[in-house]
């Protein structure tokens, strides 16, 4: 069964670098994501791309995020300079047309120090 | 303010029986969704409900949603160890761009 993937499973940076997380969507989905889970808190919207442009962001989705899809396969999401508040579980997941559902990664667990 | 409310936050019952969680929610929506998170793990979906929609099985699962009330829930019948998880519900609003989600529902099934 297809499924959406995620790598690195986990990453650890230091505080003012930059980090590139990598999603592979679901291959005939139009439609891709980004949440992010706070320990022990609730999931949050981050972003949704259709059509190689943002549809819609969040206030969390500041001038340091941003998402590309550099190619057929890949989708990916850059923090340019970490804050010790951007630790968190971040979930890739992506949709088809006509389908409502989402289907998320298994998640990156970034650590800034 | 926040969009899907579950309750209980937590819940712990005996293996066999049946979990029933809740879900609110404030706007109006295409549709709710419930995902599983194992402890760490990724979001698993289990079942998604239309609003135009008042019951939905799944397996041992069953959805209901009163648009009325804007409410759901979720019954988890004949409770195995292995349903151990957090239950989440997202909400699909009209825009249907984002999933908007709750704080969840810490299930224990104690063997």
């Known amino acids: 069964e297809p499924e959406v993937t995620q790598t690195p499973s986990h990453q650890v940076t230091q505080m003012g670098q930059e980090v590139i997380l990598r999603c592979v969507p679901i291959?005939?989905?139009?439609?891709f994501y980004w949440y992010r889970q706070i320990l022990g808190q609730k999931v949050e919207f981050l972003v949704s791309?259709?059509?190689?442009?943002?549809?819609?962001k969040s206030e969390i989705f500041d001038d340091q995020f941003s998402v590309e899809r550099p190619d057929g396969s890949n989708f990916t999401l850059k923090i340019r300079s970490t804050k010790l508040e951007d630790s968190a579980m971040y979930f890739c997941?992506?949709?088809?047309?006509?389908?409502?559902?989402?289907?998320f990664g298994p998640g990156t667990r970034l650590t800034v120090l | 303010s926040q969009q899907g409310e579950e309750d209980p936050q937590a819940l712990s019952i005996q293996e066999g029986e049946n979990a029933t969680m809740n879900c609110s929610y404030k706007t109006s929506i295409n549709n709710l969704q419930w995902y599983r998170q194992n402890s760490g793990r990724g979001l698993v979906h289990l079942i998604l409900i239309r609003s135009n929609e008042r019951e939905k099985h799944s397996g041992r699962l069953r959805v209901t949603l009163d648009t009325s009330k804007k409410s759901s829930s979720l019954l988890i019948t004949a409770s195995r160890a292995a349903d151990t998880a957090s239950y989440f519900c997202a909400t699909g609003p009209d825009s249907n761009y984002q999933l908007i989600w709750g704080a969840g529902t810490k299930l224990i099934i104690k063997p």
């Open positions: 291959s005939n989905h139009l439609y």
């Open positions: 791309f259709y059509n190689n442009e943002i549809s819609e």
């Open positions: 997941a992506s949709r088809t047309r006509g389908e409502d559902t989402q289907y």
